[in-house]
């Protein structure tokens, strides 16, 4: 190996890393907790380029740039429609498991096909937080980023992202033993559209944090059926069905008889 041959390979190695710190501040993914699944596979795509390219005598410098720019677009691409395409979001995000509710542990979260999780590490990292009794927690799962949340038995109730930009979230909606129609009367309380709606966090048990996208915080207490006015109620119950139209007419046929008699009494009514 020449002296030239290893100088093109280190301007090779320091062209590269230049390209992904670029990449890297222009998506503002420097921190390993902004990786997404995405850029987890990447990370995997951009080492083969970058070591197959790095060793062949045959790609120059040229083509290698051409390769990292290209390969860093298309994992680019997939992270943008991941988060405009419901269904491609739904495939790759992270699932938060709740493994602790109202005190009892969760047996089915440790069973799922698709989420590993050992006891003995939830115990360790209870531990690590200075937990020592599994009674003395309300609440505890594993988020998204693999993280655990605990909140002890006495601090309160967890907080629910109801709506995600203008989408509903079923399962926490279901988690926080909501349906999709109360949030539904929660909006047209607060006077706001679904779509108008960033971030919907229900919290404390009775407080709801809406974040429109135009940047406003409308923060109120949940809205009870008993606290909304007519029309609200009209909404929240459904508007009576009516009367069949047969039944209709037969009760407007049985006032013209009544009033036929009324102006015409028989001859028994006039003796």
Known sequence: MTVEMIVYRLLKIFVGLIILLVYLRLTHRSQAGHQTPIDTIGNFVIGGVFGGVLYSEQI?????????????????????????????????REQ????????????????????????????????????????????????????????????????????????????????????????YLQLRAAEVELEDVFLMEFKNGNRLLILLNDGTNIRREVAEASNMNDEEEEWQEGVEEAPEHEDTEDAEQEVAEHAAEDAHPTKESKA
């Open 60 to 92: 120059s410098l040229f083509y290698f740039v051409i390769y990292m720019v290209f390969t860093l677009c298309m994992i680019q691409l997939l992270n943008v429609a991941t988060t405009k395409i419901r269904f491609l979001h739904m495939a790759v």
């Open 96 to 183: 938060r498991v709740p493994v602790i509710t109202d005190g009892d542990i969760d047996i089915k979260s440790f069973q799922q096909a698709d989420v590993v999780l050992d006891p003995m590490r939830l115990i360790a990292d209870l531990r690590a937080q200075g937990i020592y009794d599994l009674e003395d927690i309300e609440f505890a799962q594993i988020e998204p980023n693999g993280a655990l949340s605990v909140i002890r038995k006495g601090d309160g109730v967890p907080n629910f992202a109801l709506i995600v930009k203008g989408t509903l979230v079923t399962r926490d909606i279901a988690d926080a033993h909501k349906t999709e129609d109360w949030v």
